[in-house]
């Protein structure tokens, strides 16, 4: 009776145990991570006509929209060149790279240009160096610091190959990439900036998107826990992203956990709170910026799929690009933009609003970010 006794106990601890494991770790992984049985819908149930930029424009993992001076800022590394050398994936082939570097382009959206579109331009780096590799850029985001009426300043992630002292190549599978924040001073309508300044330090070491704070103060999010290695390969399951905050007047930087599962383009609302989202799984994840530089987790917006990027409007609504499984490219899966209204209560409360997906990647094939212009309506998504 004992060993019956024993037996049914141990029956019911297992069965407990794995309704546990189901209800708290696969069950995400299965229908949020993997997307097995999400319901897709297609681009035509939605009230929007989308159009193709030229190809140029090819690769824009990340936009910038200046909504009084009608410019909307990309940076473009080209869709071969990305899969090619991609950091954050550990794809390390350099020759693959884009000759010019990657390509920061100004789009004027209400001025046409001859391709019917937009009038639009490169934004050449100038007065950088003359060393080999120096002033290449190898975007992997950005953010921008208004100055006055007719001068920005670009705070660029930079993730080139590694060199030594010599200019030479090293080995960047064994190495990582060489990551770098280069800051450029634009007027806006110019061809060209002018390099102001270089920051690097060891806590940024896979980053994927830049806010700025002020007064040469920053926060940098790791998309990875590591340039390279064995833990890397594990950051699907066991996390490994975090935020860096660095401090001018102290020259500080402070670092999170790196705990985080795979990160998306974050952004700093307009609140001055941190939105996090992830491409592991479906949680955008709010967080507070304290005194001492550490960050404190706030609350959570639980979304449909998981979040590749998201952004803020001038009417203070948020629009997130998502992707119907974990897919770092966006390449493998559909993806779909939500908009994402705050509401002023004691409480948090956001409503969350699919406004266009696209079941068969007809317009949003690769979809990283979406910018919206309140002045029209229009979104502007970048990607392929």
Same mark, same amino acid.
């Given at each position: 009776?004992?060993?019956?006794?024993?037996?049914?106990?141990?029956?019911?601890?297992?069965?407990?145990?794995?309704?546990? &494991?189901?209800?708290?770790?696969?069950?995400?992984?299965?229908?949020?991570?993997?997307?097995? +049985?999400?319901?897709?819908?297609?681009?035509?149930?939605?009230?929007?006509? #989308?159009?193709?930029?030229?190809?140029?424009?090819?690769? #824009?993992?990340?936009?910038?929209?200046?909504?009084?001076?009608?410019?909307?800022?990309?940076? #473009?590394?080209?869709?071969?060149?990305?899969?090619?050398?991609?950091? @954050?994936?550990?794809?390390?082939?350099?020759?693959?790279?884009?000759?010019?570097?990657?390509?920061?382009?100004?789009?004027?959206?209400?001025?046409?240009?001859?391709?019917?579109? &937009?009038?639009?331009?490169?934004?050449?780096?100038?007065?950088?160096? @003359?060393?080999?590799?120096? !002033?290449? $850029? /190898?975007?992997?985001?950005?953010?921008?610091?208004?100055?006055?009426?007719?001068?920005?300043?670009?705070?660029?992630?930079?993730?080139?190959?590694?060199?030594?002292? +010599?200019?030479?190549?090293? /080995?960047?599978?064994?190495?990582?990439?060489?990551?770098?924040?280069?800051?450029?001073?634009?007027?806006?309508?110019?061809? %060209?900036?002018?390099?102001?300044?270089?920051?690097?330090?060891?806590?940024?070491? @896979?980053?994927?998107?830049?806010? &700025?704070? !002020? %007064? *040469?103060?920053?926060?940098?999010? *790791?998309?990875?826990?590591?340039?390279?290695?064995?833990?890397?390969?594990?950051?699907?399951? $066991?996390?490994?992203?975090?935020?860096?905050?660095?401090?001018?007047?102290?020259?500080?930087?402070?670092?999170?956990?790196?705990?985080?599962?795979?990160?998306?383009?974050?952004?700093?609302?307009?609140?001055?709170?941190?939105?996090?989202?992830?491409?592991?799984?479906?949680?955008?994840?709010?967080?507070?910026?304290?005194?001492?530089?550490?960050?404190?987790?706030?609350? @959570?917006?639980?979304?449909?799929?998981?979040?590749?990027?998201?952004?803020?409007? %001038?009417? *203070?609504?948020?629009?997130?690009?998502?992707?119907?499984?974990?897919?770092?490219?966006?390449?493998?899966?559909?993806?779909?933009?939500?908009?994402?209204?705050? &509401?002023?209560?004691?409480?948090?409360?956001?409503?969350?609003?699919?406004?266009?997906?696209?079941?068969?990647?007809?317009? $949003?094939?690769?979809?990283?970010?979406?910018?919206?212009?309140?002045?029209?309506?229009?979104?502007?998504?970048?990607?392929?």
């Amino acid at each position: 009776m004992a060993f019956r006794v024993n037996g049914i106990l141990q029956s019911a601890i297992t069965v407990a145990a794995l309704t546990v &494991f189901y209800q708290v770790w696969l069950k995400d992984i299965l229908f949020i991570t993997l997307g097995i +049985g999400k319901s897709v819908l297609p681009i035509e149930e939605f009230p929007y006509r #989308c159009e193709r930029v030229p190809n140029k424009l090819e690769g #824009c993992g990340d936009m910038w929209l200046d909504e009084r001076n009608r410019i909307l800022y990309a940076a #473009c590394t080209g869709v071969e060149a990305r899969r090619e050398w991609n950091p @954050s994936l550990s794809k390390f082939n350099v020759s693959g790279r884009r000759p010019t570097g990657s390509q920061l382009m100004a789009i004027y959206i209400d001025k046409p240009g001859k391709n019917g579109k &937009f009038k639009m331009h490169r934004i050449q780096p100038t007065k950088y160096g @003359s060393g080999r590799g120096e !002033g290449h $850029l /190898d975007l992997a985001g950005f953010d921008v610091e208004v100055i006055d009426s007719s001068t920005v300043r670009f705070w660029l992630l930079n993730q080139r190959p590694p060199r030594d002292t +010599g200019g030479n190549l090293l /080995d960047a599978r064994k190495l990582g990439s060489n990551v770098t924040i280069e800051v450029y001073e634009h007027k806006r309508g110019k061809q %060209s900036m002018v390099y102001v300044s270089t920051k690097t330090n060891s806590s940024m070491h @896979s980053p994927n998107k830049i806010a &700025f704070l !002020g %007064s *040469n103060n920053f926060v940098v999010s *790791n998309d990875r826990s590591a340039k390279v290695g064995l833990r890397k390969r594990f950051d699907l399951i $066991l996390g490994g992203g975090n935020l860096v905050h660095y401090d001018d007047w102290f020259d500080k930087y402070t670092a999170t956990a790196k705990k985080l599962p795979i990160l998306g383009q974050f952004v700093r609302g307009n609140d001055d709170r941190m939105y996090v989202p992830s491409l592991a799984d479906n949680k955008i994840r709010i967080f507070e910026l304290e005194e001492s530089g550490a960050f404190a987790h706030r609350h @959570s917006i639980a979304m449909d799929m998981p979040i590749a990027s998201i952004t803020q409007d %001038s009417n *203070n609504d948020f629009w997130a690009v998502g992707r119907t499984r974990h897919d770092p490219i966006g390449d493998a899966s559909s993806a779909a933009i939500f908009k994402i209204e705050r &509401f002023l209560e004691r409480r948090y409360r956001y409503v969350t609003t699919k406004v266009l997906e696209d079941q068969e990647s007809k317009s $949003l094939s690769g979809a990283s970010i979406a910018r919206h212009d309140v002045k029209t309506g229009r979104i502007f998504v970048g990607g392929e």
